[in-house]
């Protein structure tokens, strides 16, 4: 059983950094990617970044420039680096990683993926 787990979250100032990771405290898989998304209150989970394992990186758009994803395939791991944070950065980020085994899937959509985190907060004050 995969069991995603997401740390590094907290409160930071505008303009700072935070670094999240997210490891699998379960039973190892291999992943076709791995991805974070993020929701605010009040709106729908929107993604974020994700990386595929032959390098390919992708971001959104109000990320792109300022945030970086990096990780590790055979320990199941992904990390967020995030710069220049914005209070409309705030939200909770969830990990999530798509297991192979059960088909193809788009690294942007929700439904790409197979295992999520429980989530970290981040919140980032004016």
């Known amino acids: 059983q995969v069991q995603l787990v997401e740390s590094g979250g907290g409160l930071v100032q505008a303009g700072g950094s935070l670094r999240l990771s997210c490891a699998d405290s379960?039973?190892?898989?291999?992943?076709?990617?791995m991805g974070w998304f993020r929701q605010a209150p009040g709106k729908e989970r929107e993604f974020v970044a994700a990386i595929r394992w032959s390098g390919a990186t992708y971001y959104s758009d109000s990320v792109k420039g300022r945030f970086a994803i990096s990780g590790d395939n055979v320990k199941m791991t992904v990390y967020l680096q995030m710069n220049t944070l914005k209070p409309e950065d705030t939200a909770v980020y969830y990990c999530a990683a798509k297991d192979p085994r059960m088909g193809v899937g788009v690294p942007s959509r929700l439904y790409g993926y197979d295992y999520w985190g429980q989530g970290t907060q981040v919140t980032v004050s004016s």
């Open positions: 379960g039973r190892p898989v291999s992943s076709s990617y």
